[in-house]
């Protein structure tokens, strides 16, 4: 099977959307980034994209190079009809765990957004104010969760550059909170820092109650 072309796999992304779009109704896509880290916050993105112009490098984000996706996040915040960007950070992860804490963040994204329909990546019962359809891998799947995707990862990923300048020891703009070797090495020797998620780390260093 031939591999699809950019704007072929954009125009197959835009189209699993049809069944709304077809009947006017105004969707939204979204993501989030970093439930996985062991630092810093969990961050969503709501985002409603127009169906013109299709910007061909909208896809998952994990399948995009950190220059391209910093390069298709500024394409999609001049393209988008409406972006919201929510977080939960480590303290809140900590007290509510994570799945709860990614919940609240994607709420505070969607409040920032008017929208028919909202697409989510696989999270169900969000209590949303419009209609919720959880998608599984809809970052593979649909345009519009793409397109959150990108914004929810490169506006995350800023977050741990600026992280990584207030705390250099730990290699954050490198490894962006994940439980690296380095990470890991850098956190027995110094300890976590207050971003730290104390529920995560309990694994590598003796943490307070």
Known sequence: MARLSREEKAEALLAFEAPWRDRGLRVAGMDEAGRGPLV?????????????PLLKWVDDS???????????Y???????LAVGVGTAD???????????????AMRRAAEQVEADLCLIDAV??????MPEE??????????????????????????????????PAYG?????????????TALKAY??????????????????P
């Open 40 to 52: 810093g916050p969990v961050v969503a993105a709501c985002v409603v994209m127009p169906a013109e």
């Open 62 to 72: 994990k399948k995009l190079s950190e220059q391209r996706r910093e390069a298709v």
């Open 74 to 80: 500024e394409e999609i915040m001049a393209t988008a």
């Open 90 to 104: 480590a303290a809140e992860i900590d007290r509510v765990n994570i799945l709860q804490a990614t919940k609240a």
């Open 124 to 129: 169900r019962g969000l209590g949303l104010a």
């Open 134 to 167: 959880a998608i599984i891998k809809g970052d593979a799947q649909s345009y519009s969760i793409a397109a959150a995707s990108i914004v929810a990862k490169v506006t995350r990923d800023r977050m741990l550059r600026e992280l990584d300048a207030r705390y």
């Open 172 to 184: 954050f703009a490198r490894n962006k909170g994940y439980g690296t070797a380095e990470h890991i």
């Open 191 to 208: 300890g976590p820092c207050p971003e730290h998620r104390r529920s995560f780390i309990g694994h590598f260093v003796q943490v307070e």
